[in-house]
Every structure is written in structure tokens, then in C-alpha cells.
């Protein structure tokens, strides 16, 4: 019976519910020390000194500074230009400059208040836009957009910015670290990529690869946020591992995880769009910039996603794009579900509500004269080729939201002086690249693989992570019907890098399309080696134990171990932005139905109807909990995420006054999935966990558009805001 | 941290006057944060959990009697507290979200002293009277002379709140209006909260108005030059804008983390107006 395109349970479910899932901290550990962090308190100084003070009992804790590291002192991953402390000077406020560890966790907190640091300030630069220091810049050309632009009929000149996000995932960041007997560094917590973590932690502790093994606990949520940060409190608590001499344990609380860690990236992007008198996109002239924070993190690669996304999912002749990463002192930015695409994609769409204005035609069927279809081309000479269901997406949602007869209905209630609120119904569209950017996957060369063991079991071994969003399940479908066998029967190893391939990191969308890419093979030769000996795939437990023996023979295991092919016909040119910069595209489109309050500007979202393709859903409700969520996590971006920021501090590193959405200000959700196969991802599979966060914020700000007729080119649009521009215009 | 867990209301009073210093817990809804931060650390805890009688919401022949221990959940749903006295239940309804409700209690509320206290413009409309209780004896204090500032209030050393009397009006109110603008729909504190209660004459003049506003000052607010100014008043526009025009003598909301100053101005203004037009 095939499981791929039905709902099954999820692997890991059941533990979840029933509370005896262990997370990092509730892993128990003999004799384990607790680590804590000495943070900087100034955005840019020299660190004049450390001082420990009295009244604390020092001699029962363990101090780790920058001269305890026995390698480099850095954090291996673009560059290495971020320290793992802090050592003589500080870039941002909450760096890691000395760390502390105690048998207790309590006292451990305590001791954060007996250490003194002496800075001697240096100038610091907070507001991005204000930064001169650039990190990285980017650019595509396609056509002569100058010349393009002169020419057409109408055109718009717009200034988007949008702010940071926190991933607000459910568990903070948390690591375990000790040393074995031989030498071997383990770690063991909250993460999305083991073998970051593997490949960050040779040149800190001069080991080899051998030595170092990780391990991911269950983990609650990730969204970026786990990416390359446990890379950071990995390296932290490995260092008190390695002075006291025991286990450590570091778990971030709410206000230092949300403080200190990585955060998308805050953007401005100053946008210049121009169309002819068909409506025909003609030129687009666009200048995007980013916020690294104070180090390079992931930002070059967020910054590549986003300039490869700026022309959004239509055709444009003439494209004319620069972006650049700046440096800021503020604690550094990075990997965030969209990753750099949001950002410019918000741009992109909002930019058709002001060419609706300018041209006087609708923003929608502006838009439905410029969608790619099969043979359009994107801004870097790219031609898609196949997989391109956006038209279907843009169709499905406005017939399901009744889009124009709702706008219609809209308008007439708006004009109406009783009425208690102003409404808005909105529209966007998007696309978002599969996989890794560009020759991402070649560089990769993941690996993944499927055992038979000798007593009859089917192993699934990759190093990608189950983080919430389903992936054991969607991996075991995809292998189990590849092979012809029930899902019961299939199960994967534990994420631990002394037991499971480098399948790649734990992003992008790439571990059902790659990493099933490299399984489903896997399976197949599998399946091919099995009826080699047994004719037919054997249909119960006895006759597979023995197909099992005679294949393991002397081993314990018979491995089908499958590694990445770059398909002959992507050519991407890291060099110009010329070519296949995705292998395919997800395409999606949404409404959002809202209404503002007349008398107190508050937003209540009232409906979204949204048809997402990606490709082939392996388990719609896991694709529909993806698309729910993320879209969620979006509308608070749109609506609710404010960080606010003194010096350089986060002020409201807390829930209280962070607002993310509860389940009632979640609005009901009409979720269409629409299958556009693309022929290399496992049953035609594409990426899906990044449109549901690509595409609201546009639809909200366009639909606050037509129930307040005021244009807000930045988010989140908050009551203060819609107050203050419904004053300004009496 | 040191826990005195009191069997029944004599030994609280007890333990309260032998350990001043303690904090009671009644939900823990508030403490539980301070506890989370590490505020606690050292500190002596009164745990009121077991004083059964002091979660009791009773019907009495003059109003309601809401013991200091009822939790905003069984406020919400009583009867005669959502038939008597409509804000206060719709204000418990808006606190937190469900499982703050069936935790947290009106006593803890009030003590807290927030100036975003919620139940706070419906208690200060209806009056309320704060029935306190300590070793020495008992008092009552006018719920308008409870609070001293932010998180302040004026009970005495080894004084607890032993519950709230709501006395029913003696003619019923022909408007009563609640609302709360908080961060989200959820889990919010508010950026300004109201209610009101007003008693028109035959005449369509005013015979008595109470308005209160929270979160627009260090602690709850009565509108008492608005009130004032619209006493004996036919409630037409101009009386309204006139009225209007004296806010910023009743509130004095600042910006902050939440929200700004002049929003919580102008919605405070809306609020009161579609109140005063029956919107
Ligand atoms: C997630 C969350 C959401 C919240 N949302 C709201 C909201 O929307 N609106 C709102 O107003 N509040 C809100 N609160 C605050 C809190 O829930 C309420 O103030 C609640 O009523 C407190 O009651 P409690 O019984 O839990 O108090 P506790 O935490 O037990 O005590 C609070 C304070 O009162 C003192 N105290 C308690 N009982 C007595 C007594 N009988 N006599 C003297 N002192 C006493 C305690 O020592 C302590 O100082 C929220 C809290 C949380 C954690």
C-alpha cells in the first residue's frame, strides 16, 4: 500500500505527546556542571579587563576566558571573523566574553553578577543604514534597465524596509558538552546541523574529525535559528567541558536567547518598477540592503537568496540589481525560514499595489500579465524548464477567496459611515527557490544511505534533522515506498555524527527534495539487490530476516549509501548570477482577508486563502502544518514583531512585549496544495517550508491598503501606525 | 527560597505577622514570573492555596461578595456576577488567556497593583470595596484608595485581602461598557482599558456617569472631570467634545515598549466617545 500523498503518523509523534521526548535539558547526566555566559554590556569598547569580584564562591565554578582556547579562536563558517570570546575588544552588545560553570544552575546565574568588565568605548555604528562597512554585494544585470525604465509608460519609485525577526522556537538553544576517555568531544543538544557543529569545532580544539562526535537531541523548533548559532554554545560549553574536566550543560534562558542569538535580517530596499502600456513589466531597478550585524555569520548566502528572489516570479526584460551586507555593532544576524527572500519578495509584490495606483489597473491582473510560466526567463538568464504551477496557485486562490466580488463588497462597506471597521482583502504571489542556491549542492556532496539490517530492519541514515517539521516521516514515505514495503517497517538512525552519513544540513527545504532525492535511489538499488535474492520484496518479517542474513552476509548491515549528482543540464556561474541559481522553484499565491477597527486601529485577520505548488506533498497534513505555521509566523511579522532596540540591546527580549501571534489571532486558513512535479525531487517533491513565510506580509500591507487607504512600505503595521496616518490625513 | 504553606485563615494571619517580609501566593500567575527571573531567590513564600473559604463568590442581599482567592475563570462564569456586575466579568474574560483565568485570581490581581491591572476600570466603576484582614483585625478600603503607585497598593504590613463586595446600584445603569486594547487577542496587557456605567435621567440627561480608564496612568483612573462635566448634561455632540477636551487632566499615559503616547490618547478619546454614542 503506498503511503507517499497520505496523511501517516508521525515517527516521532507519540513521544512528543506523551511528554517522553527528551529535550537537551531533560536529558539526565551524572555529575554535570551548568555553564552561563559573560555577555558584553556596550555595542563597541575595548576590554580594558575581567575582573571576578569577591563575595562570590569562586573556587567551587570554573572560568573559561579566550586564553583557555587550545586552538583558534573563532567560529568557523563563511569567514572566520567571529571570535568565540571576545578577547580584547567587544563589536557588539551580549558577545560572549568568559564563560562560568558551577554544579548548580542557580549559583551559576549568580556568579553573572560578581564579574566586572572595563571597556574603554569606541564609536559604534547601530543603524544599518547609516553603515559604511560592507560586507559582501551582489549584483544582476539583465537588458539595459536605465535605458527600459526611461521608456515606460508608468512607473513607481518605492522605499521598502523590514525589520528583524525572532525565530521564537519553542525550545531556547541548549548543549551538552564532555570529553571521552579517548579524547573524543561529544556534544549533545538542540540543532539543526550536526556537521556544522563537527567541522566548527576542529579548528577551536585542534581535533580531528574523528574525534568529534555530535549528537542532536529532540528538538523543539528551529527555523534558522539552529542553524549556525549551536555552533557558538556548542564551542562554549566544550570549553568548560574541557577545564572542569566534566559534563556541561548550557541552556539558554527566554531573555538570553532571544537577546543574544541570530535573527533574520533586518532590510531596506529601495525599489524602482516600470511597465508599459500592456501592464508588461518592462524594467526593474533595485537596490537592496541588509543588516549583518557585527560578524559575517550566513549573511552573503542570505544576501545571495534575496537579490535571486528581488524580481519576485514574473518576467522582466531589463533587471538592474545591487545588494550589499553592512556591518553594524549589533549582535549578528542570521539564518531565518525564507532566508533573505522574504525580505526582497516583500518589495517585489507590495511594489504592484503602487503600479496599481499609477496605472489605474488592478494590482492582481497587473500581476497575471507577468507571471513566469514554462520557458519564461528569471533576471539571471535562467529559463524554467518544467514544475511551474504559479498560475494554477493565482487562479485557485482568487476563485476560492471570491477575490474580486470580495473587494467589491469591501469597498461598499467601507463607505459606509456606521460601519465599525474598515476591510481589506489583499493578494500576493511568490516563488522560492528549492535546495541550496546555486552550486550549493556540488560543494555539499551530501551523502545518505539505507540499510537492511541482518535482523530484518530498514534504517534510514542522514544527518538531517527532525525539528518539528516532520521529516522523519516524510524521509520514511519516501523510502518505504521506494521500496515497496509498509511504513511501519522503516526507521532511522539516530542523528549522531558517529553513526550517520554528512547528509547536509537540516535547511532550505532540501532534506525531503535532496535528501529524499538520495534515499529514494538508496531504496531503489536496495530493492533492486533485494529481489536479486528473493525474486519479490518479501511481504513479511520472516521471510525479509532471511533476504537480510544472505545480503549482510558477514556484516551486521547490508548499506545503500547514495551521494549528490549535479544533473548535467543546471549550470550556474557563481562569478556573474548567470544561470540555473535553483535546480526549481515552489510557487505560491495568498488573499488575506482583514479588518482594521474603527475606533481603536486594531488589525483582526479574518481569513487567508492560500494554493501553494510544491511539487508533490509525501504527507499533506505535515505540508498543511508547515503551511499553516508559517504563514502564522509571517502574519506576526506583518503585524506584530517589533523588536526595539537601545544601544544596541534588544528592550523586549521576552513574550510579553515581543508579540508573536497566539492561536486567536490566528485567522482560519483555506490551504490548497497544488502538484506541479518537478522530475528530480523524490515523487516530484519541491520545497515547501519557505512560501508560507515569503508571501503574507505583502497581502496584509495591501489589504490594510484597501480598507485604510493608507500604504505602509514597511511592517509590521501596528495600531500606533495606522492611528498616526489616519490623523495625518484628517 | 523558604515556602509557609498556611493551613487555614488564623495560621496565614499568623505566619504573615511573624514573617512581614513574606510574599503571598494565591494564583502565582504573577509570582511564577518573578520566580522564572530568579527575583525569588531568598525569598520567603505564603502559600494562601489551602484558605478554601477565601475562593467563595457569594450572592448577597446587597451585591456580590467575591472571596480574594476566586479565580477569574469562576468570576467569569458566575451567575450573578455576569447578570449584576457584566464588566467585571467581561474584564476576567480578557485576562491572560484560558489557563491564566483558571489560575490567577481577583486578589492577586488587585495586590499586584499593575497599572494594567484589568479587572481594575470595571472595580473602580462599581465601587468596589476591598474587605482586608491581618493579626490585628479587619478593614475596608474603598477600592479608589487601594493602590499607592506602580505596583503599590496601601495594605498594611501583614495585611491580605480577604476578598471584594460589589454592592449593586440602586437603580440599574442603562449603559455599561467594557473594553480592553491590548498587544494581541491573547496573553495581552493593555494599551488602554475602559468601562463605563451611565444613568440617564427622562429627560435624556445624565443623572450619573462612572468612567474609568487602565494602563493610561501610574494605577487606574476615574474620569472625574469628565464626569463631572457631563452630569446633567444632554449627551449631544457638543456636551461630548466639551467633555472630551478634559481628558488629559484625567490621564496621563506616557510612551513606552507597548505602544505611544498619543495612541493611547486617541483611542482612550474613542472608546469613551462610542460609549457615550452607544456604538
Ligand atoms: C501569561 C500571563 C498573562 C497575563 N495576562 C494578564 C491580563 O491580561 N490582565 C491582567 O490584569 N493580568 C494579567 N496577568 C497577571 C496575573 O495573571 C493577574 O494579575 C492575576 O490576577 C494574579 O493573580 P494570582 O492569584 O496569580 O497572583 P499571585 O501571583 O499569586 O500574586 C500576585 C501578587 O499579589 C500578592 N497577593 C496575592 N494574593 C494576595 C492576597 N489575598 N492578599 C495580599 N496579597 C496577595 C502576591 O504576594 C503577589 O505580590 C498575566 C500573567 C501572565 C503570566
Known amino acids: 500500500m503506498p503511503t507517499v500523498g497520505h496523511d501517516r503518523l508521525r515517527k516521532e509523534g507519540p513521544q512528543k505527546l506523551t511528554g517522553t521526548a527528551l529535550y537537551v535539558d531533560d536529558i539526565p547526566v551524572k555529575g554535570i556542571w551548568h555553564g552561563v555566559t559573560v555577555r558584553s554590556s556596550v555595542a563597541h569598547a575595548k576590554i580594558k579587563g575581567i575582573r571576578f569580584l569577591k563575595g562570590f564562591p569562586w573556587r567551587q565554578a570554573v572560568v573559561v576566558t579566550a586564553k583557555d582556547i587550545p586552538g583558534e579562536n573563532c567560529v568557523h563558517l563563511i569567514e572566520d571573523d567571529q571570535p568565540l570570546l571576545a578577547d580584547g575588544i567587544t563589536r557588539h552588545a551580549l558577545e560572549p566574553v568568559a564563560l562560568i560553570a558551577h554544579p548548580d544552575r542557580a549559583t551559576a546565574y549568580n556568579a553573572l553578577n560578581f564579574v566586572e568588565i572595563n571597556y574603554e568605548p569606541l564609536p559604534s555604528v547601530l543603524d544599518f543604514e547609516k553603515s559604511k562597512k560592507i560586507l559582501k554585494t551582489f549584483s544582476i544585470k539583465k537588458g539595459d534597465a536605465k535605458k527600459a525604465m526611461k521608456k515606460a509608460w508608468k512607473k513607481v519609485d518605492t522605499t521598502f524596509r523590514v525589520p528583524h525577526q525572532e525565530q521564537a522556537y519553542i525550545e531556547n538553544n541548549g548543549m551538552m558538552a564532555w570529553f571521552e576517555p579517548d579524547g573524543t568531544l561529544v556534544l549533545q543538544g538542540s540543532l539543526q546541523c550536526p556537521y556544522y557543529i563537527v567541522k566548527a569545532m576542529k579548528p577551536i580544539f585542534k581535533l580531528p574529525e574523528e574525534k568529534i562526535r555530535v549528537i542532536q537531541a529532540v528538538t523543539g523548533g528551529g527555523f534558522g535559528g539552529k542553524e549556525e548559532y549551536p555552533n557558538i554554545i556548542s564551542g562554549h560549553a566544550a570549553l568548560l567541558a574541557k577545564k572542569a574536566k566534566r559534563p556541561i550543560k548550557m541552556i539558554y534562558d527566554r531573555h538570553e536567547d532571544m537577546s543574544a542569538t541570530t535573527k533574520r535580517h533586518p532590510a531596506v530596499i529601495k525599489h524602482k518598477a516600470g511597465i508599459d502600456k500592456k501592464g508588461r513589466l518592462v524594467a526593474l531597478d533595485i537596490d537592496i540592503v541588509m543588516d549583518a550585524g557585527a560578524y559575517v555569520t550566513l549573511s552573503p548566502v542570505v544576501l545571495s537568496r534575496g537579490i535571486l528572489h528581488a524580481s519576485g516570479p514574473y518576467e522582466c526584460p531589463n533587471v538592474n540589481i545591487h545588494a550589499s551586507i553592512v556591518q553594524t555593532n549589533t549582535p549578528p544576524n542570521g539564518a531565518y525560514r525564507g532566508f533573505g527572500a522574504p525580505q526582497t519578495l516583500f518589495a517585489a509584490e507590495l511594489q504592484w499595489e503602487k503600479l496599481a495606483d499609477a496605472s489605474k489597473i488592478d494590482a492582481v491582473k497587473l500581476r497575471e500579465r507577468n507571471l513566469v510560466k514554462i520557458g519564461s526567463e528569471l533576471s539571471t538568464g535562467q529559463i524554467l524548464k518544467e514544475s511551474v504551477g504559479l498560475k494554477k496557485c493565482v487562479d485557485t486562490v482568487l476563485k476560492r477567496s471570491r477575490f474580486t466580488a470580495l473587494r467589491r463588497d469591501h469597498d461598499k462597506w467601507n463607505k459606509k459611515k456606521t460601519s465599525p471597521t474598515w476591510r481589506g482583502v489583499g493578494f500576493a504571489s511568490v516563488h522560492h527557490g528549492s535546495g541550496f542556491t546555486g552550486n550549493g549542492e556540488v560543494f555539499l556532496k551530501s551523502k545518505a544511505s539505507v540499510t537492511l539490517t541482518k535482523s530484518g530492519r530498514f534504517v534510514i541514515e542522514t544527518a538531517s534533522s527532525e525539528i518539528g517539521q516532520g521529516s522523519m516521516s516524510t524521509l520514511c514515505q519516501i523510502v518505504s515506498d521506494a521500496l515497496g514495503v509498509p511504513y511501519e517497517w522503516v526507521e532511522l538512525e539516530a542523528n549522531d555524527t558517529s553513526r550517520v552519513p554528512d547528509s547536509g544540513p537540516t535547511v532550505a527545504s532540501r532534506t525531503c527534495m535532496i535528501v529524499g532525492g538520495l534515499l529514494y535511489r538508496a531504496a531503489k538499488q536496495l530493492k533492486a539487490a533485494i529481489e536479486e535474492k528473493a525474486k519479490k520484496i518479501p511481504t513479511t518479517p520472516a521471510v525479509l530476516k532471511e533476504v537480510a542474513k544472505k545480503l549482510a552476509g558477514k556484516k551486521s548491515v547490508f548499506r545503500i549509501t547514495t551521494e549528490y549528482e549535479k544533473p548535467a543540464d543546471i549550470e550556474f556561474d557563481d562569478t556573474t548570477y548567470k544561470g540555473d541559481a535553483y535546480g526549481s522553484y515552489g510557487y505560491a499565491a495568498i488573499a488575506v482577508d482583514l479588518e482594521v477597527d474603527r475606533t481603536t486601529y486594531e488589525i483582526k485577520l479574518n481569513k487567508i486563502w492560500t494554493a501553494q505548488d510544491i511539487g508533490k506533498a509525501i504527507n499533506p497534513l505535515i505540508v498543511e502544518g508547515q503551511i499553516i505555521g508559517g504563514t502564522t509566523q509571517a502574519l506576526g511579522w506583518a503585524v506584530f514583531e517589533k523588536p526595539i532596540y537601545k544601544n544596541g540591546v534588544m528592550q523586549n527580549a521576552e513574550f510579553t512585549n515581543y508579540i508573536i501571534p497566539t492561536a486567536l489571532d490566528t485567522p482560519p486558513m483555506d490551504v490548497v496544495i497544488i502538484e506541479e512535479p518537478y522530475s528530480r525531487g523524490p515523487f516530484g517533491a519541491k520545497g515547501v517550508g519557505e512560501m508560507p513565510m515569503d508571501i503574507p506580509a505583502p497581502a496584509v500591507c495591501a489589504a490594510i491598503k484597501q480598507a485604510t487607504g493608507l500604504f505602509f512600505p514597511e511592517i509590521p503595521v501596528t495600531p500606533e501606525m495606522i492611528a498616526a496616518g489616519i490623523a495625518r490625513k484628517g | ?279
Open chain 2, 1 to 279: 527560597m523558604k515556602l509557609l504553606t498556611a493551613r487555614d485563615e488564623r495560621e496565614a494571619l499568623r505566619l504573615y505577622k511573624r514573617y512581614p517580609e513574606a510574599l503571598p501566593l494565591a494564583g502565582g500567575t504573577d509570582l511564577m514570573v518573578g520566580w522564572n527571573t530568579g527575583r525569588l531567590n531568598g525569598k520567603t513564600i505564603l502559600d494562601l492555596s489551602r484558605l478554601k473559604d477565601w475562593a467563595r463568590i457569594r450572592e448577597t442581599p446587597m451585591g456580590v461578595w467575591i472571596g480574594a482567592l476566586a479565580t477569574h475563570t469562576a468570576i467569569r462564569v458566575h451567575p450573578a456576577v455576569k447578570s449584576r456586575f457584566p464588566l467585571l466579568a467581561e474584564s476576567s474574560e480578557t485576562i491572560g488567556g484560558r489557563q491564566i483565568q483558571n489560575q490567577g485570581t481577583l486578589g492577586g490581581n488587585i495586590a499586584n497593583a499593575s497599572p494594567a491591572g484589568d479587572t481594575f476600570p470595571a472595580l473602580a466603576v462599581y465601587e468596589a470595596k476591598i474587605h482586608t484582614v491581618s493579626d490585628a483585625g479587619r478593614r475596608v478600603v474603598p477600592f479608589s484608595e487601594i493602590f499607592a503607585g506602580v505596583k503599590q497598593t496601601t495594605l498594611q504590613k501583614g495585611e491580605l485581602i480577604e476578598g471584594v463586595e460589589l454592592t449593586t446600584p440602586s437603580t440599574e445603569p442603562c449603559r455599561q461598557g467594557f473594553r480592553k486594547v491590548g498587544t494581541r487577542a491573547a496573553q495581552a496587557i493593555s494599551k488602554t482599558v475602559f468601562a463605563g456605567l451611565l444613568w440617564l435621567n427622562k429627560d435624556r440627561t445624565v443623572d450619573d456617569i462612572r468612567l474609568a480608564l487602565g494602563s493610561v496612568a501610574t494605577s487606574v483612573r476615574r474620569l472625574e472631570h469628565i464626569e463631572t462635566s457631563l452630569t446633567g448634561q444632554k449627551l449631544d455632540p457638543k456636551a461630548i467634545t466639551r467633555a472630551l477636551n478634559l481628558l488629559s487632566r484625567d490621564i496621563h499615559p506616557i510612551d513606552d515598549i507597548r505602544s505611544t503616547r498619543d495612541y493611547r490618547m486617541l483611542v482612550s478619546r474613542n472608546l469613551i466617545t462610542s460609549f457615550l454614542n452607544a456604538r
